[in-house]
């Protein structure tokens, strides 16, 4: 435990009211810091904060400030169930009157968000419709690491009334599905036909202000991750055909079992070329004349309003130099990160970090020197270098050993086996059953044993009105 005298109180800023801002704002304020949380939108839920509007935003996302932050689309369901997604004190119960689904729709998720928010009152906390334009250092170099102080400038977005403030530390919590990733292809900058990124698409029929027809349409899908397989699927039964573009041919039962059976769903190589007349080249010589091209090639990390001078920097899709994902080593602690890894039970995830920052800025937690830190880094990096790990991949972590150990760290108990298990069945039914795996499952056994644990029966929760 930290003793009072060094223990301090911080004004910390928390950029976005997601999951991970969250979390952060309430592990903040547990710690006894004073916390703002500024979000650019009008409610909670960032990612999870449904828009059905993109018209005026870039079809391919090309700018650095986008004008929509979800890149949900309107059927979007989870590809977890939600006994393993809600935060450890919080579970994501089923609630009468609302989407009782196992792996339910986004609207859900974000009704469980809401009920989080209210359940620790944190919206005393956040500042809507707040747009950050700039975060930077203030006389950096005046300072220790320990003192270092952040100018943040926002911008009210109704009133265009610019805020400029001072905070001892700025927590990130913007999270890494907004800023689409693109691949490079001959003639793409050329080809006069319609190209968009997954980050706008909605519907496969049009919506309200909605300009996506993809009705009797040749639509090429590049990518067969979660979200190109799920837009495929709804795709193909109103396109005319569906050609789905992948850097391997090597694709999971699931998807083969899709494409046999429907007759206008295709699975084709890479993109060699886009031809000025609307042909598509792919690297094994075949060819199409599509209508549309929809790229589902994910999304990189961004910070445009975040200045550094240079110390973190995004180099193909890697956020570094992070100690532990987290805290930049010359900038830490009063600069981090919540919700930087991917391929995680996010939640819990989060919640760690969260209370990890929480401790380390109070001083409850001392952080190694920054020498250690930058050798964990460089040590990180070769193994994955040696593991044959690809750099833009450095923050896919699929490991639960990891994220045990992590939570150990904030104090957390270990992450339940019963969660554990529940992840990794879905995924395989997934693999196996793309069409059915939200639907129908083999894993009752553990989910009782779940649904029993403390998790899901602490604080009377199941009982709640909420």
Sequence with gaps: ????????????????????????????????????????????????????????????????????????YESLRLTSPREIMGFTDFPFMVKKGRDMRRFPSHTELLNYLKDFCEWFGLREMIRFNTRVDYVGMLDYGAYSNNDLKWVVRSVEK?????????????????????????PSIKGMDTWIRKQMHSHVYRSPEPLCNERQIFIEQIVVVVGNSLSGQDISLELVKVAKE????????????????VISKHENFHLHPQIDTLHEDGKVTFVDGSSISADTILYCT??????????????????DDRVGPLYEHTFPPSLAPSLSFIGIPRKIIGFPF??????????????????????????????????????????????????FEYCVKYGERAGLPPLEEWRKELCLSAILNSFANLETYRDSWDDNEKLQEALQSPHFTQLGLQDSSL
Aim: a neutral charge; one cysteine or more; proline letters at 4%.
């Design 158 to 182: 109704k009133s265009e009334k610019v805020v400029e403030e001072v905070f001892d530390a700025v927590v990130v919590a913007t999270g890494h599905y907004s800023q689409p990733k693109l």
């Design 350 to 399: 989060f919640e760690s970090q969260a209370i990890w920052i929480a401790q380390v800025l109070s001083g409850r937690k001392v952080l190694p020197s920054w020498e250690d830190m930058m050798k964990s880094i460089k040590e990180f990096y070769h193994s994955r270098e040696v593991a044959g790990i690809p750099k833009h991949c450095t923050h896919d972590i699929a490991d």
């Design 1 to 72: 435990m930290v003793s009072e005298k060094n223990y301090k109180s911080k004004n910390v800023c928390v950029i976005g009211a997601g999951p991970s801002g969250l979390v952060a704002a309430r592990e903040l304020r547990k710690e006894g810091h004073r916390v703002v949380v500024l979000e650019q939108n009008h409610e909670i839920g960032g990612q999870w904060l449904y828009e059905p509007n993109v018209v005026g935003e870039d079809p391919l996302g090309r700018n650095p400030f986008l004008k929509v932050h979800s890149s949900i």
């Design 242 to 257: 569906v050609h789905m573009s992948s850097r391997s041919l090597n694709i999971t039962e699931g998807l083969s079992k």
């Design 298 to 315: 994910g999304y990189s990390y961004a910070f445009p309003f975040l200045d550094t001078k240079g110390m973190v920097v995004v180099d």
